[in-house]
């Protein structure tokens, strides 16, 4: 079998819109490893690394983790890896994240691939979030915490969306559909 090439795809999108099922999918279908920051954190916490005992301290605080703890940690999953083969689940989130990762990856002689906006209604996202609350019991997540996690969502991501767009590296989707039909459009748009 021939080496595959690297290859960056980095997966955005609303509250709902269904980014988790559809980074798993695609992760497997292009022979991707999935990041997510979030699973990051929680490994460097629990193995106890330097970054993990930063990051740790910061959110015991009640602080969010500032761009470099994340950087550092996306750097070492990056240049740990035989080949660049990564889809990024919910990273970068802000343009100042984006810049940084650009450079990380220029100094690893690469680029991002592409970046997929699934987007849908934000109504259509709140009835689907409120049912999926309903039926897994997360007296939490109410219609106004999850249409303020929705407006803190665009208000970060518009500028993310305006970035890849520049670099003509902008991919959006219809996330409205069945499972099978989001996936399908994910693979239609990646090069």
Not at 5 to 31: H, I, S
Not at 78 to 91: C, N, S, V, Y
Request: glycine fraction near 10%; proline fraction near 3%.
């Amino acid at each position: 079998m021939a080496a595959k090439g690297n290859e960056v795809v980095l997966l955005m999108g609303p509250p709902g819109a269904g980014k988790g099922t559809q980074a798993a999918r695609v992760a497997v279908a292009r022979d991707l490893t999935k990041l997510s920051t979030g699973d990051m954190l929680r490994a460097h916490v629990g193995a106890g690394t330097e970054l993990g005992r930063r990051a740790k301290a910061i959110m015991d605080a009640g602080e969010l983790v500032p761009d470099d703890v994340i950087i550092g940690m996306v750097r070492s999953e990056l240049e740990a890896a035989d080949a660049i083969r990564f889809l990024l689940d919910g990273f970068p989130r802000t343009s100042a994240q984006a810049a940084s990762l650009d450079a990380l990856l220029a100094e690893l002689g690469t680029s991002v691939t592409a970046a997929v906006a699934i987007q849908a209604d934000d109504d259509e996202l709140v009835r689907r979030m409120l049912k999926r609350a309903q039926e897994e019991g997360r007296s939490d997540d109410n219609e106004e915490t999850i249409r303020n996690r929705m407006a803190v969502y665009h208000r970060q991501t518009k500028p993310l969306l305006d970035y890849y767009r520049g670099q003509g590296k902008l991919r959006l989707v219809d996330g409205i559909g069945s499972v099978d039909e989001v996936t399908e459009r994910i693979r239609q748009v990646l090069p």
